[in-house]
Nanobody
Framework: QVQLVESGGGLVQPGGSLRLSCAASGRSFSGYSMGWFRQAPMKEREFVAQISATGITYYTDSVKGRFTISRDNAKATVYLQMNRLKAEDTAVYYC???????????????WGQGTQVTVSS
């Protein structure tokens, strides 16, 4: 069992930046592939970014060049650095862990509770 806790969400103006953190506990973190997903009101949960156990990253097209996913295995934490934020980025952001590399939300084994990100003037 893996427990995940997101933090770092909040209110930011368009064009601003925010850094989300996801702290893992319960067992070894280094072997898991980690992902970030988001869900806006009235919309389905969507994939945002992933990072494999070896550090390989992948992003959905809408955030490429703006968001960066990273991990610190010593701290058992994954991060999402979000720059040049847009109103369309407003959503609840979730981190997730899985034993194999995947970008399908339905495949992820463990989920955090989510953190709200609001981009508004």
């Amino acid at each position: 069992q893996v427990q995940l806790v997101e933090s770092g969400g909040g209110l930011v103006q368009p064009g601003g930046s925010l850094r989300l953190s996801c702290a893992a506990s319960g067992r070894s973190f280094s072997g898991y592939s980690m992902g970030w997903f988001r869900q806006a009101p009235m919309k389905e949960r969507e994939f945002v970014a992933q990072i494999s156990a070896t550090g390989i990253t992948y992003y959905t097209d809408s955030v490429k060049g703006r968001f960066t996913i990273s991990r610190d295995n010593a701290k058992a934490t994954v991060y999402l650095q979000m720059n040049r934020l847009k109103a369309e980025d407003t959503a609840v952001y979730y981190c997730a862990a899985n034993s194999w590399v995947t970008r399908r939300s339905e495949d992820y084994q463990y989920w955090g509770q989510g953190t709200q990100v609001t981009v508004s003037s």
